[in-house]
């Protein structure tokens, strides 16, 4: 699977957009790239996923690079119950479902 | 959205003694299911996958006779820790495919905290 580096960990006011980058520059043309996130003792939650295109739901939006190397995670609004680890974790088709999670980044959310 | 209902939260249990997480998907059918272990301050440890009606594929270093999984309907997999001791207090997250296609997101459980004393 490609390898994800992100920055272990993120400050951002609460009512501001939260950037989150992750870099993926050994990403091969047929892995996704999928966001999700832990708030503590829980679950890991699901955000968002892509493949080339950019992506917006509910929670987020997700910017993709022409050259797909890269994505940056994009809270548009961080509230205080956005604190969390964030994954970012690319899987290619070929393993089915399985993800293999990294460190993530720890987003605190600031009042 | 899919929900994954894993039960029990929390349990504290007497190192030497065997205890059984559960891990239900509520709305839709998995015919897969994934276990995660993470210890604190730790990512998350895939340990094994979850064939219903077949046997669990085990990671690396996973002890199959240790961690039992059963995976017998189509929305119910089983995780036993035999003779469980200390060093497996952890917490345990199970998941589940939520859609049909092979890139369909994952969706995961709240998780079961296990304390062995």
């Known amino acids: 699977d490609a390898k994800t580096t992100q920055p272990p960990s993120m400050d951002c006011a609460e009512g501001r957009a939260a950037n989150l980058p992750c870099n993926h520059s050994t990403i091969s043309g047929n892995e996704y790239v999928y966001w999700y996130r832990q708030i503590h003792s829980q679950g890991p939650q699901y955000i968002i996923h892509g493949l080339k295109n950019n992506e917006t739901n509910e929670m987020a939006s997700l910017i993709i690079t022409e050259d797909r190397k890269s994505s940056t995670l994009i809270l548009p609004h961080a509230t205080l119950r956005d604190t969390a680890v964030y994954y970012c974790i690319v899987k290619p088709e070929t393993s089915g479902s399985r993800l293999t999670f990294g460190e993530g980044t720890q987003l605190t959310v600031n009042p | 959205g899919a929900v994954v209902s894993q039960h029990p939260s929390r349990v504290i249990c007497k190192s030497g003694t065997s205890v059984k997480i559960e891990c239900r998907s509520l709305d839709f059918q998995a015919t897969t299911m994934f276990w995660y272990r993470q210890f604190p301050k730790q990512s998350l440890m895939l340990m094994a996958t979850s064939n219903e009606g077949s046997k669990a594929t085990y990671e690396q270093g996973v002890e199959k006779d240790k961690f039992l999984i059963n995976h017998a309907s189509l929305t119910l997999s089983t995780l036993t820790v035999t003779s469980a001791h200390p060093e497996d207090s952890s917490f345990y997250i199970c998941?589940?495919?939520?859609?049909?296609?092979?890139?369909?997101?994952?969706?995961f459980g709240n998780g079961t905290r296990l304390t062995v004393t």
């Open positions: 998941s589940a495919r939520g859609g049909q296609t092979r890139n369909s997101p994952l969706h």
